[in-house]
């Protein structure tokens, strides 16, 4: 179950995840300092974008679908939510400007969070391939790390 909180119009998209099994694309709106949830099988398919990512991949925009805030960044000390990834439930947030990472639960709620260390402005994707194998992306060092337990 996802909390609605309310509606905005999307500003600074950095990084997306569609959530396979409840069909909801989450969406970080750093612009609106926000998570954002799309349900993908709501609304209508419109026309179709120029940008293509590769073979068998289409663009096209979605009119009138279901589009709200999931987690407002500043209910939660965010400034500039930049990456954004779900894995066994838990959705990992980064915040580009604290260059933490959050963790939530399915309701929202904050279930831990990690100060990466790194220079304000670097952090920016993330990619979780379990709870204890995290993959961040810093932009000012042209980095990856990898982040596990001891």
Not at 13 to 21: A, K, V
Not at 50 to 78: C, L, S, Y
């Amino acid at each position: 179950m996802f909390v609605k909180l309310r509606q905005t119009l999307l500003f600074i998209i950095l990084d997306m995840f569609l959530d396979q099994e409840s069909r909801l694309l989450f969406i970080a709106d750093t612009g609106n300092n926000r998570v954002a949830v799309m349900d993908v099988e709501s609304g209508v398919q419109g026309r179709n974008l120029v940008r293509t990512e590769g073979p068998g991949t289409t663009h096209f925009e979605m009119k009138n679908a279901v589009f709200v805030t999931f987690i407002d960044g500043n209910d939660f000390g965010m400034v500039a939510p930049s990456g954004i990834h779900i894995v066994d439930g838990v959705l990992f947030v980064s915040d580009n400007v604290t260059s933490e990472i959050i963790a939530f639960n399915t309701r929202g709620e904050e279930i831990d969070r990690l100060s990466t260390g790194l220079p304000s402005g670097s952090l920016m994707g993330i990619y979780a391939r379990s709870l204890e194998d995290l993959w961040l992306v810093s932009a000012l060092e042209n980095r990856v790390y990898r982040i596990r337990p001891r």
